[in-house]
């Protein structure tokens, strides 16, 4: 029994002794600890809130000509930053689609894809890079502008417009809208 008491006394003076460069490994390793936990904190929590956060959307409207069988159609584009940076869009790309509706089972519900009909070529593509829309959005800022065609009398279907906001040749984010037989 004394030889164990001897060896406890041994070891709680070694530990008396050598306490402080214990204590400066045990804070460095807790320094660590927090390090990596504020990283990990702000990379799964802040970081992402700190990415550009466009929202575009995008609005059909038509209306008749006066007396005549043609119709106008505008198209409204709104970009709004509901994110907590700025960000900038240099150009807005816009594209317009035909399509036919599928063949209606009067039965059953019969699914339409309304991106099936991004996936044929546009019958219009051109690219804004002037206007309200280009320039920098502050957090909670927006801006609106209106693209028009005037068209004659169409086939049944429909017609889709989509409006991608872009920075740099990256879409920041998109607006569509879709129509069943304008300007009939």
Not at 10 to 29: C, E, M, R
């Amino acid at each position: 029994m004394n030889k164990w008491l001897l060896r406890l006394r041994a070891f709680g003076t070694l530990v008396w002794q050598n306490t402080d460069p214990i204590s400066k490994w045990a804070q460095v390793l807790a320094l660590c600890l927090a390090g990596f936990w504020t990283y990990r904190t702000f990379d799964l929590g802040e970081a992402p809130s700190l990415a550009a956060t466009a929202d575009v959307e995008g609005h059909l409207i038509v209306k008749t000509i006066d007396d005549s069988n043609d119709c106008r159609m505008d198209f409204h584009v709104t970009v709004e930053n509901i994110g907590r940076v700025g960000f900038d869009v240099d150009q807005i790309r816009v594209r317009v689609w035909r399509g036919n509706l599928p063949v209606i089972d009067k039965n059953d519900l019969t699914y339409f894809n309304i991106d099936r009909v991004q996936d044929s070529k546009p019958v219009k593509d051109f690219i804004i890079s002037g206007g309200n829309l280009i320039r920098h959005y502050s957090p909670h800022n927006v801006s609106g502008q209106t693209v028009t065609w005037v068209l004659g009398p169409q086939k049944p279907g429909i017609i889709l417009a989509r409006a991608d906001a872009m920075y740099k040749g990256e879409s920041l984010d998109y607006g569509r809208e879709w129509m069943n037989n304008p300007c009939m």
